[in-house]
């Protein structure tokens, strides 16, 4: 994997969010005039646009000669792209509101915080042709699309999953309880993704061995189900080796047998390449991401925008972006243009296999499970909750 995308999720989803954050469906323009609308129809093309974006999305060949889908989008078009990588979600919500950007590639716990600050404009996905051969089940998702308007298009998807050394963790684990419950048998060599979001897996995990927590959404935790939660996470504390969050030295970790068992991407089981080290998606579930290119509310090249956001969308650039982070393409014709093995290796357009899949979404104050007795936990807790279990 390239050096551009060695930061792609580093702390990025360790981000602190606002108790005022609430999610609200976009009205016609925000405070500052700028239009959180969607268009009819495009206009003349400005001659430039603005991205920002994870590392290793806007590739235009200065980083590696074979990466560049930048270069037929600015012939094709006319519009020069001019990008920013950030390392955070945070990072990048900071500098989304600042104008600066007309296309932003989000996570989805930044989408919503996009949405509910109207910095994000509603999307006519009419205006987006290539939309059109994106996987069904990955259309019209709650991170994306709010009160029936869409504030987006889908990028790529892929999973947190469970990795192990089959030579050393037996039997074969099929449940998560591997890394909670029973992570004793592996006291300092187990891992875990190093960020507040982590802190879903444990209610994911607690949703299936607790159901008398009600949990129907890792996302959406009052503050027991938080404390449940943050309890399971400190028990496992003992047990962790190192925290990861630069995948590079998640991989290292597992060659030299220091780490033995934790979460994991595909991408980092395809950088160790070895027969012993096994990935598998645990009888819980799984979260995830499902990544949402956006276009700014205050966006000043919206027709370049729109013409960016169907270059992306396109099979063939969609096949080379999602290849060269190593996540799934958007769409089956993707995969026409996709290195042979590569659409299997990813489970690209298979429903059953993105149905396990817990989205990465930002836990906000109204319950994301739809409750409106109680109130939910926000990112800002579960960011003062990652510190104290970290300590």
Not at 133 to 157: E, I, R, S
Not at 176 to 182: C, G, L, R
Not at 260 to 265: A, E, R, S
Request: with cysteine; charged share 25%; proline share 4%.
């Amino acid at each position: 994997m390239k050096k551009a995308i060695q930061t792609r999720r580093l702390a990025g989803l360790a981000v602190a969010i606002t108790s005022c954050l609430v999610l609200a469906a976009c009205g016609s323009g925000s405070d500052d005039g700028s239009s959180t609308s969607a268009p009819d129809k495009l206009g003349k093309k400005e001659g430039q646009v603005s991205i920002l974006a994870w590392p290793g999305y806007v590739e235009d060949g200065s980083n590696d000669p074979d990466a560049d889908w930048v270069s037929d989008f600015e012939k094709q078009t006319g519009c020069k792209v001019t990008s920013k990588v950030y390392g955070t979600s945070d990072e990048a919500f900071n500098l989304a509101k600042s104008g600066d950007y007309d296309v932003i590639a989000a996570s989805g716990d930044l989408t919503l915080r996009m949405i509910a600050a109207k910095q994000a404009a509603e999307v006519n996905t009419d205006l987006v042709p290539n939309y059109g051969a994106v996987f069904d089940f990955l259309k019209n998702q709650p991170w994306n699309t709010v009160d029936g308007k869409n504030y987006g298009v889908p990028h790529g998807y892929g999973a947190n999953l469970l990795m192990y050394n089959a030579d050393v963790v037996k039997p074969a684990p099929d449940s998560w309880n591997v890394v909670f419950d029973k992570g004793s048998a592996y006291k300092g060599k187990v891992t875990a993704y190093d960020s507040p979001i982590y802190i879903a897996d444990a209610a994911m995990y607690l949703m299936a061995t607790q159901p008398d927590l009600k949990i129907t959404n890792p996302y959406a935790l009052d503050q027991k189900q938080l404390d449940a939660a943050v309890k399971l996470l400190k028990e496992q504390r003992v047990n962790i080796g190192e925290y990861w969050s630069d995948y590079l030295k998640a991989a290292q970790a597992f060659k030299t047998g220091n780490t033995v068992v934790g979460t994991t991407w595909q991408v980092i089981a395809n950088t160790i390449d070895k027969a012993n080290i096994k990935v598998t998606v645990p009888k819980e579930g799984v979260t995830g991401w499902n990544d949402t290119w956006m276009i700014s509310a205050k966006a000043k090249n919206p027709n370049c925008a729109y013409a960016w956001l169907n270059h992306i969308e396109d099979p063939k650039t969609n096949a080379q972006a999602t290849e060269y982070f190593g996540e799934s393409p958007n769409s089956q014709e993707a995969c026409d243009y996709a290195s042979e093995g590569f659409c299997e290796t990813y489970h690209a357009g298979d429903k059953s296999y993105s149905d396990k899949i817990w989205y990465w979404r930002t836990p906000i104050a109204k319950c994301l499970d739809g409750r409106t007795d109680v109130k939910c936990t926000d990112y800002a807790e579960w960011t003062k909750a990652w510190t104290e279990i970290k300590g």
